[in-house]
Nanobody
Framework: HVQLIESAGGLVQAGSSLRLSCEVS????????MCWFRQAPGKDREFVAA??????????YYADSVKGRLPISRDNARTRLDLQMKSLRSEDTGVYYC????????????????????WGQGTQVTVSS
């Protein structure tokens, strides 16, 4: 039974950094295209960043709102997907979800929720200004 296990979020000040991690329990990270989504209070869930297998090379894609601030990466042992959140803003507040898919679609489609069939429970990140 494959599960996605997210690290704890937290309450941080604007301008600070926080790292979120996602582990694939019961499966190999390398078998999946991985993604982070987030949902701010009162808003729909939105795409943040994706790490796609791309034949083992690993390609990353970002929402325009987070480009340069929230890099996504896979650790060297390829057991964990990290979202390194930098220069956090109040608008980064929300519940962050890790998602995974064994299917391969275009990079634009991989930013959509329906491309993913495995989801973590979500972790709360609150940025105070």
């Amino acid at each position: 039974h494959v599960q996605l296990i997210e690290s704890a979020g937290g309450l941080v000040q604007a301008g600070s950094s926080l790292r979120l991690s996602c582990e694939v329990s019961g499966g190999a990270l390398s078998n999946y295209n991985m993604c982070w989504f987030r949902q701010a209070p009162g808003k729909d869930r939105e795409f943040v960043a994706a790490f796609l297998r791309s034949g083992g090379r690993g390609m990353t894609y970002y929402a325009d709102s987070v480009k340069g601030r929230l890099p996504i990466s896979r650790d060297n042992a390829r057991t964990r997907l990290d979202l390194q959140m930098k220069s956090l803003r109040s608008e980064d507040t929300g519940v962050y979800y890790c998602a995974a898919s064994t299917r391969n679609y275009s990079s634009s489609y991989m930013s959509r929720e329906e491309a993913y069939d495995l989801w973590g429970q979500g972790t709360q990140v609150t940025v105070s200004s």
